[in-house]
């Protein structure tokens, strides 16, 4: 019974808790909802030290007022690509203190990689995260 119990504590542990990103997708220069655009998570997991394994899972389309919700996105290594035909990507992932990092354009424009972790936008992650579409 208590190798039962352990077990049952470590599991949450183990994989972690899941939470629901929201987003509205807006062209930048024009304020209107991006209702073309799809949002992409992908897990990422590592079994051994240095051995990662990214997964593509669920596609989700915008709805006519560029709204998507994405669910089972964990706070470790997650992360939501966001794209649509004519705009630049963005990407969205936890980085601790439940807020949500957000990079927009993705990849940064700025040559160097580590410009988009200095620049990101931070917000709160039970929020609906706005995100402005860059055109091409």
Not at 58 to 78: C, F, K, N, P, Y
């Amino acid at each position: 019974m208590i190798r039962v119990l352990k077990a049952l504590v470590c599991i949450p542990f183990l994989t972690g808790c899941t939470h629901t990103m929201k987003f509205r997708l807006v062209d930048e220069d024009s304020g209107k909802p991006v209702a073309t655009a799809t949002a992409r998570l992908t897990k990422v997991d590592y079994r051994f030290l240095m051995d990662r394994e990214e997964r593509n899972l669920e596609l989700r389309m915008a709805d006519t007022e560029g709204l998507i919700s994405v669910s089972g996105v964990r706070q470790a290594h997650d992360y939501v690509l966001i794209e649509a035909p004519g705009y630049l990507n963005a990407r969205a992932g936890f980085i601790g203190d439940g807020k949500v990092g957000l990079v927009s354009p993705y990849p940064p424009l700025d040559p160097n990689p580590d410009t988009h972790y200095l620049n990101q936008k931070r917000v709160a992650q039970d929020t609906v995260i706005v995100v402005l579409l860059k055109r091409r």
